[in-house]
């Protein structure tokens, strides 16, 4: 049964990632001579200064997550060299380009990070701050941007898309801050099922992990500092991958834009992510009144990127493996 299911879902996501990848066709008008010829322009006439900021704006996005997940573990007493967490960021990225939605690579990270430090929980809830710091920091900016914006921008999918991310991040501070759902929920069914309270014990545990990172309130200062830094450079990302295929993309559309498609690109729908990136940059930046082929070709540069960062990832994981793994472990302070 359990196998019928997978091959059902299997087949599922392949029809919806080719029914994506059609979608896109369809409206960058890619079937007709004209439409591909002007794609094919807006590919070739690509402006290699853009170009190159692109690649840096990337690079300095890994090394800037990479420094808060470090920093975030220096809280625990866990010093994993920076290096180490780089080379792992970069593996998450090559399994991200297999699993599915943009966080399967952060189910890889979470399991070599534990190996290295022999803590599962405490390896998890530092990989989750990482990641849902940045959100925080994404739906703050972004609710502002659209206040701002909302008279020249009022377009429902980027509303509704912000309202879903309000929705899901006050619901995850609520479950961080508060307990009592995990102990209820564990109450009525965790006695009930063997599986279900060893599930529940590993989630108090990540969610007292996590809650202990309120101690140190100068990490978390920093860790939010860092994702707002990053959230700017996301978007400057998109805005001078854009400005590489046309010179009319304002700023200001871009930082109300980025969110939606980000939303969009998590959605767990097709085969790593495929089609799904791109209809989502075609769609948002129609929407702006920006043609579908700059979108498309916007989303492309910045896919090849991520299959680079994918590459990389794959060889250090390979690496890896030719090299005994060392660990650590948290100083014996029993002693005094």
Not at 19 to 48: C, H, P
Not at 59 to 66: G, H, P, Q
Not at 88 to 108: A, E, R, W
Not at 131 to 142: A, C, P
Request: glycine share 6%; charged share 15%.
């Amino acid at each position: 049964m359990s196998s019928t299911k997978n091959i059902l879902s299997l087949l599922l996501k392949v029809t919806v990632t080719l029914g994506l990848i059609g979608f896109v066709i369809y409206q960058a008008d890619l079937m007709s001579d004209e439409g591909r010829t002007k794609f094919l322009v807006t590919i070739r006439n690509v402006d290699l200064y853009f170009l190159f900021w692109s690649i840096v704006v990337s690079l300095a996005m890994n090394l800037l997550s990479s420094y808060k997940w470090h920093i975030l573990l220096l809280s625990k007493k866990l010093n994993v060299g920076f290096m180490k967490l780089l080379g792992l960021y970069y593996v998450g990225k090559f399994f991200n380009l297999f699993l599915p939605t943009g966080m399967g690579g952060d189910i890889v990270r979470v399991y070599e990070l534990g190996k290295i430090t022999k803590t599962n929980s405490e390896s998890l809830a530092s990989v989750f701050l990482e990641r849902f710091t940045g959100m925080v920091v994404l739906t703050v900016v972004s609710l502002l941007a659209v206040i701002v914006s909302i008279q020249n921008y009022d377009l429902p999918i980027i509303t509704n898309s912000l309202l879903l991310c309000v929705v899901m991040t006050s619901i995850i501070v609520w479950l961080i801050l508060d307990k009592r759902p995990i102990y209820i929920i564990n109450n009525l069914f965790g006695s009930r099922f063997k599986l279900l309270e060893r599930s529940f014990e590993k989630l108090i545990k990540l969610h007292d992990a996590i809650y202990e990172y309120k101690n140190d309130k100068k990490t978390l200062i920093i860790a939010f500092l860092i994702s707002l830094v990053f959230y700017f450079l996301a978007v400057i990302n998109v805005w001078v991958s854009a400005m590489a295929f046309s010179r009319e993309i304002e700023f200001l559309t871009i930082l109300v834009a980025v969110p939606a498609i980000m939303l969009i690109m998590n959605l767990p729908v097709s085969i790593g992510g495929l089609g799904l990136m791109e209809a989502a940059y075609s769609t948002i930046f129609q929407a702006f009144s920006y043609t579908s082929s700059v979108g498309l070709s916007t989303a492309l540069l910045i896919r090849a990127k991520t299959i680079v960062d994918g590459i990389l990832g794959g060889l250090f994981y390979l690496y890896r493996y030719k090299r005994p793994t060392t660990s650590i472990s948290k100083p014996d302070n029993s002693n005094g």
